[in-house]
């Protein structure tokens, strides 16, 4: 919480407790076990499927937050890889210099 204090309220911790007893019950255990899906994409889906934002919101922003990690990062070393490419592809095609 104290890394995204604009995002995350206070009522963060206690809305996760909630969360994991409700990942406790039938209908925690029909969503996170049936998938072959990442389990957070799954506990993901059980908050958005069943309109449990306005309860969980905190939950909600904080599995967004962190299934989108992944993909910020990826993309992140395909940018950089890239880069690096192209600066290898530049030192290969300069003319090489008389002296």
Do not use: W
């Not at 995002?7 to 909630?18: A, Q």
């Not at 994409?41 to 922003?61: F, P, V």
């Amino acid at each position: 919480m104290q890394a995204y204090p604009e995002d995350l309220e206070s009522s963060f911790p206690t809305e996760t407790i909630h969360f994991s007893e409700l990942l406790k019950t039938e209908l925690g255990k029909k969503k996170t076990g049936t998938e072959k899906v990442a389990t957070e994409l799954n506990m993901y889906h059980l908050i958005t499927e069943n309109a449990l934002e306005g309860s969980l919101r905190n939950t909600e922003i904080a599995l967004r937050m962190y299934l989108t990690m992944t993909v910020n990062n990826c993309t992140g070393e395909i940018i950089l890889q890239a880069e690096k490419n192209k600066g290898c592809t530049a030192q290969h095609n300069e003319p090489e210099s008389s002296e």
